[in-house]
């Protein structure tokens, strides 16, 4: 059985990102593999290790040619080979889903696990619109995952709260915090990557242009108050953080 992975890469949440003209100028910003996608990473790696009859990981990115880090990455962790599907276009989620769709299709991939929120869109829809376009079950945000032959078992977070579920395969799985804790590359599995196949595709072949044109970008900024609070006596100290809150900043009711 083989699974596919998809990577996204995203601005370290900590980096500053900056403005050039119309859009956002990644040059020299600390870019990390998204961290929703890294859990499907390894939750991989973990249904292969626990015997489940994995046969093969494939971590699949799609965007500019730095994604190649992120791939290298998922390499390093233990991934058996990866796909760059290298382009400059910036792709919304459901054109995104046709690349991934395919891919599975081409590599006869049974499962698949994506990040549940993709960091740089703050989108949910890749995961469904990846199983739609297949006509697969989609299991989303889930916290838990085992695999029986081609059956699925484990649990997901929903509005009421955690459930169980279990699926047949073929499936596609939305990833996040908690479903299990990453590992680190260790560097002789650093050094092995390099010799691990990373196969470069056009874009062109997955027919997959963005319908959604980006026009212009905007960095949310607020100045500073520069209100300094004198905190030796905390009981007045609180109550004139919460007037300002509540009267300047205008943050609470």
């Known amino acids: 059985m083989k699974i596919l992975t998809l990577i996204r890469q995203v601005p370290d949440a900590e980096a500053r990102v900056r403005l050039s003209g119309n859009t956002i100028d990644l040059d020299g910003t600390t870019v990390v593999m998204d961290g929703m996608d890294e859990y499907g990473v ?24 730095r994604n190649e880090d992120a791939l290298r990455t ?11 599907v290298e382009t400059d276009e910036r792709l919304d989620a459901v054109s995104l889903s046709k690349v991934v769709a395919e891919l599975a299709k081409a590599e006869n991939a049974e499962l698949i696990l994506v990040g549940g929120q993709e960091a740089d869109w703050d989108s949910q829809a890749l995961g469904a619109a990846t199983a739609e376009r297949l006509g697969w079950p989609q299991l989303t945000w889930t916290n838990e995952l085992k695999l029986e032959g081609d059956k699925l078992t484990g649990r997901h977070d929903v509005d009421e709260g955690n459930e169980s579920f279990e699926a047949t395969l073929p499936a596609v799985v939305t990833t996040q915090q908690g479903l299990n804790e990453p590992r680190y590359p260790t560097l002789p599995n650093i050094m092995k990557a390099k010799k691990k196949e990373l196969r470069k595709d056009d874009l062109a072949s997955y027919n997959a242009a963005s319908k959604v044109k980006f026009i212009s970008a905007e960095i949310q900024t607020r100045a500073r108050m520069n209100k300094i609070i004198d905190g030796k006596d905390p009981q007045a100290a609180a109550a004139q953080l919460i007037d300002l809150l509540r009267n300047e900043a205008k943050v609470i009711k």
């Open 42 to 65: 390894e939750e991989a790696l973990r249904l292969r290790e626990s015997g489940a009859g994995v046969d093969e990981i494939i971590a699949l990115a799609v965007g500019p040619k």
């Open 74 to 84: 998922a390499l390093a962790m233990g991934a058996d080979r990866a796909v760059h």
